[in-house]
């Protein structure tokens, strides 16, 4: 059974640095292409952006909103993907999933909240 | 950068025939995904490429696409169907979420 769980939310204060993690199960992780997601309360989807898998040499490509403070890594060995944020301010503030592209974005984990306030 | 458009909300009676569009530029050029959100929960993708359907989505959950346009159907809508959903693409190396539609079963 394919499993995605995510880790590392919580409240954090306005300049710092916050690193997720994403951890999955049940399928081959080295070979996949992982994802990250945000979703800020009561808005839509947002794609932060995708860390391929070693087919493709594990490159990232992020959203035009997300090329400066976010910075996506990958440790297979572990099975665990990486979300680093950086100047956290309080717009980051929103649900962050990530999500195992193949085809689609076929499975999700059930996120983690993050919240920035001083 | 690349949009996709989605109605804010649509209404439908139960039991009858949901339409969700999806508008984008030459969007028949691309492959069309939609992902169904209940309250609370992580998305999960209810059509893939336009017109597959993953295991375990119901038939009564299907897409179509002309032109600039991409439709999501739910027939026989159920009250579990009330959810937001979203249509997404790739744009070249970004992936494009369409800003979704509330579905509100009367």
């Known amino acids: 059974e394919v499993q995605l769980v995510e880790s590392g939310g919580g409240l954090s204060h306005p300049g710092r640095s916050l690193t997720l993690s994403c951890t999955g199960s049940?399928?081959?992780?080295?070979?996949?292409?992982m994802n990250w997601v945000r979703q800020a309360p009561g808005r839509g989807l947002e794609w932060v952006g995708i860390i391929r898998g070693r087919a493709y040499g594990g490159t990232t490509s992020y959203g035009p909103s997300f090329t400066d403070r976010f910075t996506i890594r990958r440790d297979d060995s572990k099975s665990v993907t990486y979300l680093q944020i950086n100047n956290l301010k309080s717009e980051d503030t929103a649900t962050y999933f990530c999500?195992?592209?193949?085809?689609?974005?076929?499975?999700w984990g059930r996120g983690v909240m993050v919240i920035v306030s001083s | 950068s690349y949009e996709l458009s989605q109605p804010g909300s649509v209404s439908v009676s139960l039991g009858q025939t949901a339409t969700l569009p999806c508008w984008g530029n030459?969007?028949?050029?691309?492959?069309v995904h939609w992902y169904q959100q209940r309250p609370g929960q992580a998305p999960v993708v209810v059509i893939y490429r336009d017109t597959k359907r993953p295991s375990g989505i119901p038939d009564r959950f299907s897409g179509s696409i002309s032109g600039s346009t991409a439709t999501l159907r739910i027939k026989g809508v159920q009250v579990a169907d009330e959810s937001d959903y979203y249509c997404?693409?790739?744009?070249?190396?970004?992936?494009?979420f369409g800003g979704g539609t509330k579905l509100t079963v009367l």
């Open positions: 999500s195992r592209w193949v085809d689609a974005f076929d499975f």
């Open positions: 049940g399928f081959s992780f080295a070979d996949s292409a």
């Open positions: 997404q693409v790739w744009d070249g190396s970004t992936a494009v």
């Open positions: 030459n969007l028949r050029s691309k492959n």
